[in-house]
């Protein structure tokens, strides 16, 4: 701090300075000599300005903690128990893109201790979307280790681990839907009237071991939090603004407790809560958070607790689509040849395909996040270190295929998609890399000119995304497509795969073989035709 900055601070001649320490001070210049009386002033005017804002800095905070119970109820507080139902909702795996859709419900029990992180959940979960399917599971943390019991989607979570990352991301929201114990045991970074208008106060938390900042919106009439916004990272979006809202305050053993949430995450709705009954216990449940002898996982490599904390909303919004994807899946690539020059590069839940020209590399899709794009880039450079990536063709616009786009853009390539989505990848890209990229909208049909060998897209209507472009090789008489038929797996989506059969048919394309964002290497048209025969 510059010395004149410190010398203006500490004159502390602030309009707010009570009477009382403007008497004071002339009191003593008064009675002492006068080069004295100004340090001493000086002393005087500072002790009382930072004491001021002590205690404006406190008042908030204090008001809030009195308004939920005290701060003494709170802390006493040794287990939370809840249970609820909720809808959950997603705004980038849906038919309409930036559209929230439903895509399941659920009913939870939690067992949750705020002083030592421990939680127990059991979930029975039945979804709509992708997929209908009833899940029903449980999860703990002991404080050490995190151990899953069930079957938590139709990829399940490898068994009887919770991974590090549901384990942070997990934590994070159990915090954030509970403010009541977060303002409780959260230090105030700062406070104050907030700027969103005069009926508002705000305030500023941490907690002690993390550095998330928690924005703590109140009603000024009752000090009682109205939404609570922290900033995550999400693989398409960059950082987004993460947002609780309460409703439905309850008094509960003496604080104040909300039954009713509500969450957002860059203001499109992700889920909505109701609680059925919530209690209190002032005595340690250790036993709920018991692990069977010799499961569950410390193993928390590459920190992705704190991968999972930072990304809490895209990891819960997986798992509320029975589709989790919890473990870092960065470090395995491979390339499966499925045609001339054509491989299925493999290794992760979600596959994209490289077409090799004659001077350049062609990617379709780029799945879920930019870890995973690095990793391929490298294994792409050190395969072919003269055949730069020219162009990203992205099938459509879930963002489980297409999170992983940016590092293909800061490498060079340009963007080819579904003219539906367009303007939305343009917004995108200049929202996370503040660039401008080319970008090749395709309607109905289009051809891809330049890496000398022929490469058709085509829109394929379908129930599962409106604007979904599939790639055909003609000399090679294969087709990749995401999503709508999977090779190799035992379950299909009956409607998704007659759709794709049919615009197959329509747009009478000689396909030998079909390849997936989904599934294992490639499988004949036959194996899509008994697919939808077989539903």
């Not at 909720?86 to 939870?108: A, M, Q, R, Y």
């Not at 067992?111 to 979307?129: I, K, N, S, Y």
């Not at 449980?138 to 019991?149: C, H, S, T």
Request: hydrophobic share 40%; glycine share 10%.
């Amino acid at each position: 701090m510059g010395v004149r900055r410190f010398f203006a601070r500490s004159m502390g001649v602030k309009v707010g300075l009570r009477s009382e320490t403007g008497r004071c001070i002339r009191s003593v210049i008064d009675h002492v000599p006068h080069a004295f009386s100004i340090g001493l002033c000086l002393v005087v005017a500072l002790f009382f300005s930072l004491s001021s804002a002590s205690a404006e800095g406190r008042s908030v905070h204090d008001q809030t903690l009195q308004a939920l119970g005290g701060l003494p109820a709170l802390t006493a507080v040794k287990a939370v128990e809840i249970q609820g139902s909720g809808s959950n909702f997603e705004p980038f795996e849906n038919v309409v893109s930036e559209t929230p859709i439903h895509t399941s419900d659920d009913t939870t029990r939690v067992t949750w201790q705020p002083a030592t992180g421990e939680f127990h959940r059991e979930v029975d979960l039945r979804t709509a979307f992708p997929f209908s399917g009833h899940w029903d599971f449980v999860e703990i943390f002991d404080g050490a280790k995190g151990y899953r019991n069930g079957r938590d989607g139709f990829r399940p979570s490898a068994g009887g681990v919770l991974a590090p990352a549901r384990i942070g991301a997990t934590q994070k929201d159990i915090w954030l839907l509970n403010p009541q114990f977060l303002v409780a045991h959260a230090e105030a970074v700062s406070d104050g009237p907030g700027s969103t208008g005069a009926d508002q106060y705000r305030l500023a938390l941490k907690l002690p071991d993390a550095g998330t900042v928690w924005i703590v919106d109140l009603d000024h009439a009752t000090m009682l939090p109205r939404r609570i916004t922290v900033t995550e990272t999400d693989p398409l979006l960059g950082q987004v603004k993460v947002t609780a809202s309460y409703d439905d305050w309850r008094a509960v053993a003496g604080i104040t407790t909300p039954f009713r949430m509500a969450k957002h995450v860059d203001g499109a709705l992700v889920r909505r809560e109701i609680r059925e009954d919530v209690s209190y216990s002032q005595t340690n449940l250790a036993g709920r958070f018991s692990i069977p002898e010799g499961q569950g996982a410390p193993d928390d490599t590459g920190g992705l607790y704190d991968w999972g904390w930072d990304m809490s909303h895209w990891f819960l919004r997986r798992a509320d689509m029975a589709a989790p994807a919890d473990e870092d899946q960065s470090s395995d690539v491979g390339f499966l040849g499925v045609g001339n020059g054509v491989f299925q590069i493999t290794g992760s839940s979600h596959h994209n395909l490289v077409i090799e020209g004659s001077d350049r590399l062609i990617v379709v899709d780029a799945p879920l996040y930019d870890r995973r794009s690095r990793a391929v880039l490298r294994a792409l450079k050190e395969r072919w270190p003269d055949k730069p990536v020219k162009q990203l063709i992205l099938t459509h616009h879930h963002n489980d295929h297409v999170g992983g786009l940016q590092p293909y853009i800061s490498a060079g390539a340009d963007l080819v998609v579904p003219a539906g989505t367009r303007d939305l990848f343009d917004d995108v890209v200049k929202r996370t890399l503040g660039i401008t990229v080319e970008i090749t909208a395709v309607t109905e049909h289009a051809t891809l000119a330049g890496s000398g060998r022929d490469v058709a897209l085509y829109a394929v209507p379908n129930s599962h995304a409106n604007d979904m472009l599939v790639v055909y090789l003609p000399s090679e008489r294969l087709l990749f497509n995401s999503d709508l038929f999977s090779p190799g797996r035992d379950t299909q989506h009956p409607l998704w795969a007659g759709e794709l059969l049919a615009a197959i048919r329509f747009l009478n394309l000689d396909v030998a073989n079909i390849v997936g964002g989904h599934g294992h290497g490639a499988e004949p048209l036959q194996a899509l035709e008994r697919a939808v025969s077989a539903q």
